[in-house]
């Protein structure tokens, strides 16, 4: 009763806030846990679009360009364009289209016409195989990528993609660049969502996320839920519930496209960061994994100093993304671990202020779905992005929304991150619920660990209200706002020290939202030199 109560309390107190025009900031933290509790009238519309949805049927004909998509590089200067030509096939004996027959070509420039500058790039096709009996393959169109250079900052560009030679060009489109770094340098408005889909929620979310007018998409791995259907198409919210016999799990990879053609009218415009997540891991014939994720998109991997598509970083004016892959090796002898230390190092505070870390699987997160799942890496990384300040993080995977209070291994700490799990994109898979520290829910530890990369690091904890035990019996102090619905977030980075985080719920009207804060940095007390962390932790208002 008492546990209630406070919660109450917390919550009525938070939207003090709200009604008197005061956004609360994390200088006034730690806060008190919060748990909305759920609307059991809300449900959404998590059933996916079906192939006949007008949004997701090929709308070109021949080779012209479809699912046109901007993203990153590293720096200001470039950009990456993405598109399809030419249509997938599907069979047991298909033979892949020859990417030498089209060019990789995008003319660009201030004005829509004359464009006077010209890029080239390259293009590929991948295949989805299975060696087994009766399962359909899968083999892509032609898919280019285009990396255009010498850009201006925050300025417009026009832009038309294709091949001239052969007059298949698509319509003209646009985009804006990134402001050039420093630290008063910033994108007006920065969109976070995970666990996307393609799904009824998910046209509310991107409904909803569009009228943000964001100048950057950040999506935090599970892109489109192919891995829930069979390769003949029929699909379920639940793969292993419903086809446990199958000898591989399978994919149904039109999936991907007709995801690429519902965010055209996004994507075309408004660049996108893509984040590896378990859902694109897609198993194939020779162990092959992930062939759609690298496939479709570009990735400023080789500009930033490493050739892997699953970790890289790049800058948006005064901010520097690590983008870091759950599922491919993180210990302290590994390829990833080690270019994220000389990242790290290389990170100029003068210029970027901002250091934002996002992977898919959650550190903190206290629903059961998923729950200290990422525990390994959590272990071998969590010291490397203390030590050098990171201020916030966010993660999906969980289908709920979570905001921690700054926290470093579990404790309270004024140094520590932000960790904010978005993973309420609004797929299939549905919503999560239930939470670890409630009664009767704690989960085996045993079962925890996740599948693909193996290990077991999740123990009882040692210290704190939960020594003893693999749960807590609250909502732990390190969890300040939880609530599980459908939506996405905004973050707007004000200056080198503020940025304001926003929260939306597609249940709410769009001028409204679910939760709302000032993250606040400290650099004058959260220096990169352990002894001056630990000793302003005595100072925390715990």
Known sequence: MVREVVAVFSFLLLNLFRVFGEIPTTLQGPFKPVTVPLDESFRGHAIDLPDTDPRV??????????????????????????????????????????????????????????????????????????????????????????????????????????????????????????PVSGPRSYPSRIALVGDLGLTYNTTSTIDHLRSNNPDLILLVGDVCYANLYLTNGTGSDCYSCSFADTPI????????????????????????????????????????????????????????RFSSPFYYSFDAGGIHFIVLGAYVAYNKSDDQYKWLHKDLESVNRDVTPWLIATWHPPWYATYTAHYREAECMKVAMEDLLYEYGVDIVFNGHVHAYERSNRVYNY???????????????????????????????????????????????????????????????????YSAYRETSFGHGILEVKNETHALWTWYRNQDMYNKFGDQIYIVRQPDKCLVDQKVIRHCMKNYNM
Not at 71 to 91: C, P, R, V
Not at 420 to 438: C, F, L, Q, T, W
């Open 249 to 304: 799990h399978e994919t149904y990879q039109p999936r991907w496209d007709y995801w690429g053609r519902f965010m055209k009218p996004l994507v075309s415009k408004v660049p996108i960061m893509m984040v590896q997540g378990n859902h694109e891991i897609e198993e194939q014939a020779e162990n092959q994994t992930f062939a759609s994720y690298i496939s479709r998109f570009a990735f400023p991997s080789k500009e930033s």
């Open 57 to 178: 049927k090929r709308d070109v004909k021949g080779l012209e360009p479809e699912q046109i998509s901007v993203s990153l590089s590293s720096s200001h200067d470039s950009i990456w364009i993405s598109w399809i030509t030419g249509e997938f096939q599907m069979g047991g004996n298909i033979k892949p289209l020859d990417p030498k027959t089209i060019a990789s070509v995008v003319h660009y420039g201030k004005l829509r016409f004359p464009m006077i500058h010209k890029a080239t790039g390259e293009s590929l096709v991948y295949s989805q195989l299975y060696s087994f009996e009766g399962l359909e393959n899968y083999t892509s169109g032609i898919i280019h990528h285009v990396r255009l250079t010498g850009l201006e900052p925050n300025t417009l560009y026009y832009y038309r993609c294709g091949d001239p030679s052969k007059q298949l060009m698509s319509a003209i489109h646009s985009f804006k660049t990134m």
């Open 411 to 477: 404790t309270l700490d004024p140094c520590g991150p932000i960790y904010i799990v978005i993973g309420d994109g609004g797929n299939r898979e549905k919503m999560s619920i239930k939470h670890a520290d409630e009664p009767g829910n704690c989960p085996e530890p045993s079962t925890t660990p996740d599948q693909f990369m193996g290990g077991f690091c999740a123990r009882n904890f040692t210290s704190g209200p939960a020594a003893g035990n693999f749960c807590w019996d609250r909502q732990p102090e």
